[in-house]
C-alpha cells in the first residue's frame, strides 16, 4: 500500500513538474508578445505588473513535498 502510495505521488509530482514548465513557458511567451506587439508613445513606459508563476508554483510544490517527507517519516 505504501510503495504504491509512494509511486502514485512520484508520477503526480512529475506532472506537477511539467505543468509548472509549460505554464512557466507560456507565462515567457506572452510577455515577450507584449514587449514585441504593443506599442507605447515616446514618453510613456510599459511596465509589466505579471508576478513571476514559477516562484508561486515553486513554492507550493516544495510545501507539498515537505509535506509528503512529514507524512512519510511518521
Known amino acids: 500500500m505504501d510503495l504504491t502510495f509512494l ?8 506532472l506537477i513538474y511539467y ?7 507560456l507565462n515567457n511567451e506572452l510577455k515577450e508578445v507584449k514587449e514585441k506587439c504593443i506599442n507605447t508613445k515616446n ?7 505579471t508576478p513571476d508563476v514559477k516562484e ?5 510544490t516544495i510545501s507539498t ?10
Open 19 to 25: 505543468l509548472v514548465n509549460c505554464v512557466q513557458s
Open 43 to 49: 514618453n510613456e513606459t510599459f511596465n509589466v505588473n
Open 7 to 14: 509511486i502514485i505521488c512520484i508520477i503526480l509530482i512529475y
Open 65 to 74: 513535498l515537505e509535506f509528503m517527507k512529514k507524512f512519510f517519516s511518521k
Open 56 to 60: 508561486k508554483l515553486t513554492e507550493n
